[in-house]
C-alpha cells in the first residue's frame, strides 16, 4: 500500500490501540493483536462527575496558590530563568556582536523581557478605573433567615471576601480625593458560589435606565479634545448634562453633599442601589435594598484638605486602607437590608422601587443587620488581584434575585461584556482572585487564556459519552431557580412609568434633612463647581435645577456666581426630612485616627513619650513630626520622627497636639531655626517655623482639634489659632490634652468652627 495518507492514519490507529504503547513497539509496527474497541450501544448509567471534568481548582480564602506554589512565584530563593524555566546567566545587556557593536536579532532573551513587558498593561475599567482593595471575612448573623435561602446569611457561617473601592471617573492613576462617587464591591466566595455585590457609596443613581449610561459617562469624563479635567465633574459637559437630565439631580445632590469626599474608604456607607429580591426556603419574596454601614460612622473631608491631599498624597484613600488593615485595625462594615412586600405595583409608600433614583427614608423601613463584613488582609499584588478582580450584578446565588429595574438589567448585560475587552477573552473567571470556592463544573470550553485542562469528550448535553454527566440539579440541591414572577400584558414601548417623572422631591429631602454645616458645605460645592464651567447657559440651567430644590440653595449659589436667582418651574412641596441622612451630630469609635505630635529637640520628650504610648493603647496611629528625621532624644527610649517639617502636611492627620519646651512656658517649635535670630525668650514663638504654623492654620480651618501643652499655646497664637477657639484645648500634661482631643475626635470634626455651625 503506498497511499502516504492511509499509511499515516494506519500509525495514528496503531499508536491509540490499547497495548500498543512505546514498550511494545514504535509506532507503525504494530504490537501484539488486541480485539477493536466496540462503539456502545446502550448509553452507560450516571456516573458521578469525573475529577478530571471539573474547572480550574479552587483556591484559599486570600485568592493566592498555597504551599509549594507560593515559592514559585514569590522572588526568592531559585535562580532567574526565562519564561520557559531556563536558567539564566546575564540580564542587564543584550547580546551584542563586540561591547560596541550592534545588538544581535538571535538575543532571544532579550525579546522575551521587552516583549513581555510591552504587553504588561490591560485596558484601565472603563467607569471605576483607579480602585484599592482587601480581603476579609462575612460572618452572617442568621437574622435574614426568614427572608432568605442564601447560605451564606445564616447563623455564624463565615464566607471569604474580597472588596474592591472605587473613584468613577477618574484614570488608573488619578487622586484618590476627588469630588466623586466610590465604588464599593464585594465578592462573596460562598459556598453555593460567588455573589456580587456591587455598590456605590451614594444610594441613588444619575438615570433611571441603563440606556443613558454612555451619555453621563460620556459627559462626566474630560472633554474630548484636550482630555481635561481628569477625575473631576467640574466642568461644563458634566453640568451641561445633569441640568438638561434633571433625572440626575438627586445622585449629584449627593455628590455635591460630603458625601462626594469621603475621609476614608473605611468611612463609607454602601449601598446596592437597586431593589433586589430575596427568596425563602418556602418560596416566598421580599423586596430589599442593600446597605452596608461602617462601624466608625460615615466621615467626610473637607473640600480644601481634599484638593490638598490630591496634590501631597494622590493616594491618600489606598494608604489609608492598606495601613489600617496593616496595623490591624481592621474595618469593618454591618450588612443590613431594609425590607418591603413584593407587591405588583413594586412600591413602597408611594416610592417607586424600581427608580434607582430613589431611596427609602430610614425611618420609614429601618436597616435591619444580617452580617458582618471585617476586612483583614492587604492584596500581595495590585495587579493579579485588585486589578484583575472582575465583578458581575448577575453573580447570584439561590436566595437572591434581580427585579426589572432596567438600569440594573442593563448592568446585567454590561458587566460581562466589558471583562471580555479588559481581560482579553472569555476565561477571566478562572484567573485566581475570580475563582469560585464552590466546586466548578461547567461545559466552557477553549478560548483565550483558558487554564484549565478539560478531560473528558461530551462537553454538551444530552450526553452519552461522559455517562451524561454533568447533571442538572433542583430546588432542593441547590440550584439558582429564577423567580416566575408574573409578567403583565404590555405593548413594546421606549418610555418611563409615569412614576419615574418626580426628579425633585427625593433632593428636597436630601436638603432639607441636612444640618447648616452640611448645607454650607453643598452651597460651596454648586459653587465652586458651577464656577469652574465656561457656559453662562450651563451656569444658568444648575440654578433652574437647584430653584426646584430649595429657594435658599438656589439664592446663595446664585449668590456666589453672581448670578439672579430663578423662579422654580415646578411646584416646591415641603417633605418629611429623613434625619438619618446627615453625617453630623453622634459621636463614633476613634480607631485608627492618626494624631499628629509635633515637636523638636527642646520639646518636652517625655511628654511626648507618654501621648505617643497613650494614643497607641486607645487604637489610635501617632506620628511624631520634628525639624529633621532621626531620633529625638539619646539612648534607649531615644523617640523616632515620622514625619519631618518637609514631608508632614495637615491632611495627613485628624488631631494635631504640640510639644511645648517645659519650663519656659513660652519657648516652642521650630525654636532651633530660629533660636540663633530670637530676641527675648518672648518672640521665641513667634519665630514658630511657617510650616508649623501652616500645619496648625489648616487643621485649624478643617475644624480639626488641636492640642498643646507645656506652654504650646504660645505657638498657637503665631499661627493665628485662638487659643480659646472651639477644639483648641490647653492640657497640664500631654495625656491630659490626649484626652481631651480623643473625645473631640469622637464627633468627628470641631463642627462649631464652621459657619454656621451645627
Ligand atoms: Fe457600574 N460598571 N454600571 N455601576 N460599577 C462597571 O464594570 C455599568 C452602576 C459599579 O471594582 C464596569 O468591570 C452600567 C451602578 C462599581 O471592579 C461596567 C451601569 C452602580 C464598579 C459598568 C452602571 C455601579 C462598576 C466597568 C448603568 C452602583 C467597579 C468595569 C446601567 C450600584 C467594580 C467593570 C470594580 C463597574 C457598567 C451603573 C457600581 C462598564 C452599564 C448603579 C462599584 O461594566
Known sequence: DTNPLKHAADKVADALRPGSGPEEGIPGKPGPETPPVQEPVEPRGPLPPKPDQRGPETVSPTGQPTGADQADVAQRDSRLTDAQGTRLYETDHSLKAGARGPVLLQDHHLREKVMHFDHERIPERVVHARGAAAHGVFQGYGTAANVTKAAFLAKDVETPVFVRFSTVLGSRGSSDTVRDTRGFATKFYTSEGVFDLVGNNIPVFFIQDAIKFPDIIHAGKPHPDREIPQAQSAHDTFWDFVTLHTEATHHTLWNMSDRGIPRSYRMMEGFGVHTFRLVNAAGETTLVKFHWKPKLGVHSLVWEEAQIANGVDPDFHRRDLADAIEAGAHPQWELGIQTFPDTPDQTFEGIDLLDPTNLVPEELAPVQPIGLLTLNANPSNYFA??????????????????????????????????????????????????????????????????????????????????????????????????????????????????????????????????????????????????????????????????????????????????????????????????????????????????????????????????????????????????????????????????????????????????????????????????????????????ATDPRVGLLLAEAFRHGKAIGGWAGADAVFGTAGVPADAPGVVVGDSGTATLEQVTQLLGSHRVWERFSPAV
Open 385 to 686: 488581584e485588585t486589578e484583575q478582580v472582575a465583578f458581575h450584578v448577575g453573580h447570584l446565588v439561590p436566595g437572591i434575585d434581580v427585579t426589572d429595574d432596567p438600569l440594573l438589567a442593563g448592568r446585567l448585560f454590561s458587566y460581562l461584556d466589558t471583562q471580555i475587552t479588559r481581560l482579553g477573552g472569555p476565561n477571566f473567571p478562572q484567573l485566581p482572585i475570580n475563582r469560585p470556592h464552590a466546586p466548578v463544573n461547567d461545559m466552557l470550553r477553549d478560548g483565550m487564556h483558558q487554564t484549565a485542562v478539560h478531560r473528558g469528550v461530551a462537553p454538551y448535553k444530552p450526553n452519552s459519552l461522559d455517562g451524561g454527566c454533568p447533571f442538572m440539579a433542583g430546588a432542593d440541591t441547590g440550584a439558582f431557580i429564577e423567580t416566575p414572577v408574573e409578567v403583565p400584558a404590555a405593548r413594546k414601548v421606549r418610555e418611563a412609568p409615569e412614576s419615574f417623572a418626580d426628579h425633585f422631591s427625593q433632593p428636597r429631602r436630601f436638603w432639607q434633612s441636612m444640618t447648616p454645616v452640611e448645607k454650607e458645605h453643598i452651597i460651596g460645592a454648586y459653587t465652586f463647581e458651577l464656577g469652574k464651567c465656561y457656559e453662562q447657559a450651563v451656569k444658568e440651567r444648575g440654578l433652574k435645577v437647584l430653584a426646584n430644590i430649595d429657594a435658599e440653595l438656589c439664592a446663595q449659589v446664585a449668590a456666589g456666581l453672581g448670578l439672579p436667582a430663578p423662579d422654580p418651574t415646578e411646584t416646591v412641596e415641603p417633605v418629611e426630612p429623613s434625619p438619618a441622612l446627615s453625617q453630623v451630630g453622634a459621636t463614633w469609635p476613634t480607631d485608627g485616627r492618626i494624631i499628629g505630635i509635633v515637636t523638636d529637640e527642646s520639646g518636652d520628650l517625655d511628654g511626648v513619650r507618654a501621648v505617643r504610648q497613650a494614643v497607641l493603647d486607645s487604637g489610635m496611629v501617632p506620628l511624631v513630626i520634628a525639624p529633621a528625621g532621626g531620633k529625638l532624644g539619646t539612648g534607649g527610649d531615644a523617640i523616632t520622627v515620622q514625619r519631618t517639617y518637609v514631608t508632614a502636611r495637615s491632611v495627613e492627620f485628624d488631631a494635631v497636639l504640640v510639644a511645648g519646651t517645659p519650663g519656659t512656658g513660652k519657648d516652642a517649635l521650630g525654636a532651633r531655626d530660629a533660636k540663633a535670630a530670637a530676641g527675648p525668650a518672648g518672640e521665641q514663638a513667634a
